[in-house]
T-cell receptor
């Protein structure tokens, strides 16, 4: 158990819908990262927050947005969903920056039908 | 942004030592090299991190030559449970780029 929690574990929805994925980092960690992993693909970095502020942005679509709240939990919002958005979405946290070890949550499996 | 290159896949047998090399030709001066392990449908797990020379922990060793343009993850006496994807990272700034990783398959 990494100490990072993600909810929900599974999510099935239809095209065009909007969903919210939630992540609670390890106690004391200030950085939160979001990754997308499609079937048999590598991990695609989406976005990083540090202590409530956006720190780095990867290949995140405009239909996706995220935020980190004052209690340091984070949410990833996916809207106008397409079939290709079906993937595992991982959240990770680290003490401070990307140079620190990242602890990954169990992931949320999103299926868009 | 340091681009990393690793072999796509490797096969080994139980009990053997496995060495996975990663090249990162344009690694930045202040970048650390980090290796993660990922099992199917699970989040990656940190294995080891180093800056130069050799680092060893209870599961692996990491060798980094003086020019730091490559690194080698060494897994001693692998078992079937070491079958996984191994990622080499050299952050190169604020973004964390995992790359395709090396798929290690350990056979009995």
């Amino acid at each position: 158990d990494s100490g990072v929690t993600q909810t929900p574990k599974h999510l099935i929805t239809a095209t065009g819908q909007r969903v919210t994925l939630r992540c609670s980092p390890r106690s004391g960690d200030l950085s939160v990262y979001w990754y997308q992993q499609s079937l048999d693909q590598g991990l695609q970095f989406l976005i990083q927050y540090y202590n409530g502020e956006e720190r780095a942005k990867g290949n995140i679509l405009e239909r996706f947005s995220a935020q980190q709240f004052p209690d340091l939990h984070s949410e990833l919002n996916l809207s106008s969903l397409e079939l290709g958005d079906s993937a595992l979405y991982f959240c990770a946290s680290s003490l401070r920056t990307e140079y620190n070890e990242q602890f990954f949550g169990p992931g949320t499996r999103l299926t868009v039908l | 942004l340091a681009k990393t290159t690793q072999p796509i896949s490797m096969d080994s047998y139980e009990g053997q030592e496995v060495n996975i090399t990663c090249s990162h030709n344009n690694i930045a001066t202040n970048d650390y090299i980090t290796w993660y392990q990922q099992f199917p449908s699970q989040g990656p797990r940190f294995i080891i991190q180093g800056y130069k020379t050799k680092v060893t922990n209870e599961v692996a060793s990491l060798f980094i030559p003086a020019d730091r343009k490559s690194s080698t993850l060494s897994l001693p006496r692998v078992s079937l449970s070491d079958t996984a994807v191994y990622y080499c990272l050299a952050p190169g700034g604020f973004k964390t780029i995992f790359g395709a990783g090396t798929r290690l398959f350990v056979k009995a």
